[in-house]
């Protein structure tokens, strides 16, 4: 599995791989959707605020305040606290936005010197963590003669959660990638959402498994 990740890393492709698909991650999580959907919260919560104003009117010129009105001055406030609410979220999402090449750089960087960082004196454990950056999945088929493995690896390799870039916050893109849990998932089918984000690597290991060939799919 180590041969099959450090010639994906190797490949001419990879780094460009890299920042097209967080390009494509990047416009989608921050982008002119995340923009509008700010702009869009931002004409509600201005809708709400005159509602509640033009209703205080009505009740100083009338003299009068009803449980009707009472009522709808409470429902207003509600809204125009779940509005505020969800338009700092959205304001947030438009701020934490980082280029694509920028990302790009930072994940190169620590995720292209493998040998490195799985040389630092990891335990098994770290280990095993390091290899589900860039692993999303392992399917392994038999045959009398052969064992063959299917690797799935990610395009842009996932840093865990207790891992950080220095001046990126990946969470966002991270937690739209399913990473299988903690353990490899050894099922057949990949979700349609994971399967740009992707490539496949096929390594036939001949018994006793001393020998192995990579090809890429």
């Not at 454990?125 to 493995?149: F, G």
């Not at 220095?166 to 399967?195: F, M, Q, Y």
Request: proline residues 4%.
């Amino acid at each position: 599995m180590l041969q099959s990740i450090r010639e994906h890393l190797a490949s001419p492709s990879w780094k460009d791989e890299v920042r097209q698909t967080l390009e494509t991650m990047v416009n989608e999580e921050f982008g002119d959707s995340a923009q509008d959907r700010a702009e869009e919260l931002q004409r509600q919560l201005e809708a709400i605020n005159r509602q509640i104003a033009n209703l205080v009117d009505a009740i100083k010129t009338s003299g009068r305040f009803s449980e009707a009105m009472n009522q709808a001055l409470a429902d207003l406030e509600m809204q125009r606290q779940s509005a505020h609410s969800a338009l700092g979220d959205a304001e947030k999402r438009v701020n934490q936005r980082m280029g694509a090449e920028t990302l790009a750089e930072k994940i190169m960087a620590y995720f292209g010197q493998l040998d490195r960082v799985w040389h630092q004196g990891l335990t098994i454990e770290e280990r095993k963590e390091l290899l589900r950056c860039y692993v999303h999945q392992v399917n392994v088929s038999h045959s009398p003669t052969n064992v063959q493995a299917e690797i799935w690896l990610y395009k842009v390799p996932i840093p865990r959660k207790n891992m950080t870039l220095e001046g990126a916050d990946l969470s966002p893109l991270v937690s739209r990638v399913n990473c299988g849990g903690r353990h490899l998932t050894l099922v057949k089918t990949l979700s349609p959402e994971i399967l740009p984000l992707v490539v496949r690597r096929m390594v036939t290991l001949k018994r006793p498994y001393l020998h192995y060939r990579l090809s890429a799919a």
